[in-house]
């Protein structure tokens, strides 16, 4: 069982940046692949981004390269997700996941929420100025 907890959201202007940590417990964290997740009012949950479970691959939605950057620290269990030149579109209620990865590869099915088993709480991103 992994418990997932994100943290790091606010409130910024368009054009700002904001950086998401989710830190895991439970167990072994290393051995989990960690993905990001938002919910925009009245849409379904969208897919953003994942990391392997040692970092060694990543994959990103077409929508989300360019500025946003997932990344992890193993050492300190926690994820990150790094967004830049945010939107108010960006304006979205943000979660991660994390799922069993014991070959250090994403792999996503054509659904990638039902790839994912445990998932945080989600915290709230709003940009607007």
């Known amino acids: 069982q992994v418990q997932l907890v994100e943290s790091g959201g606010g409130w910024v202007q368009p054009g700002g940046s904001l950086r998401l940590s989710c830190t895991a417990s439970?167990?072994?964290?290393?051995?989990?692949?960690m993905a990001w997740f938002r919910q925009r009012h009245d849409s379904k949950r969208e897919f953003l981004a994942a990391i392997s479970s040692r970092g060694g691959s990543t994959y990103y939605v077409d929508s989300a390269k360019g500025r946003f950057a997932i990344s992890r620290d193993n050492a300190k269990s926690t994820a990150y997700l790094q967004m830049n030149n945010l939107k108010p579109e960006d304006t979205a209620i943000y979660y991660c996941?994390?799922?069993?990865?014991?070959?250090?590869?994403?792999?996503?099915?054509?659904?990638?929420?039902?790839?994912?088993?445990?998932w945080g709480q989600g915290t709230q991103v709003t940009i607007s100025s």
């Open positions: 439970g167990r072994t964290s290393s051995r989990y692949g």
């Open positions: 996941a994390a799922n069993q990865d014991t070959l250090d590869i994403v792999v996503l099915s054509g659904t990638p929420e039902l790839d994912y088993d445990y």
